[in-house]
């Protein structure tokens, strides 16, 4: 076994196919979404939303950074929020979308340790979408 073949057989899959590929993440954005709509503590940073182009957008971003194809072309995370922190988001609302995800990974039956490695790199977003 070469050593390319020994790297290869020990990586792991990237955590977009673990979790089941671009089907999987489309879904978890369509499901995501209607849960943050419902939420009372951050619906209100939607109102005026094109919310089809965010969902795209917002599909594009987790495959990127679930390590699938990257075909995300949108606004870098602190500038795509800017407008939103100086409407009062902050850790109290970033939380709240944490626990929506977490609870639309768990409705769709994703193990554990794939929603942790989801909210780990969600929280890794956190400083630039709070500006901070």
Known sequence: ??????????????????????AA???????FYRKVLEDYRIKRFFDNTDMDKLIAKQQAFFTMAFGGPNNY??????????????????N????????????????LNVPAELIGEVTAIAEGARADVLGK
């Not at 993440?25 to 499901?31: E, L, S, Y």
């Open 73 to 90: 072309t949108g606004t870098d995370m602190r500038n795509a929020h800017a407008r939103f922190v100086k409407m009062g988001l902050g």
């Open 1 to 22: 076994m070469s050593e390319t073949e020994e790297n290869t057989a020990i990586a792991p899959a990237p955590l977009f196919e673990r979790i089941g590929g671009e």
């Open 25 to 31: 993440v489309n879904a978890a954005v369509d499901v």
């Open 92 to 107: 109290m609302q970033f939380d709240a979308v944490i626990e929506n995800l977490t609870a639309t990974l768990t409705d």
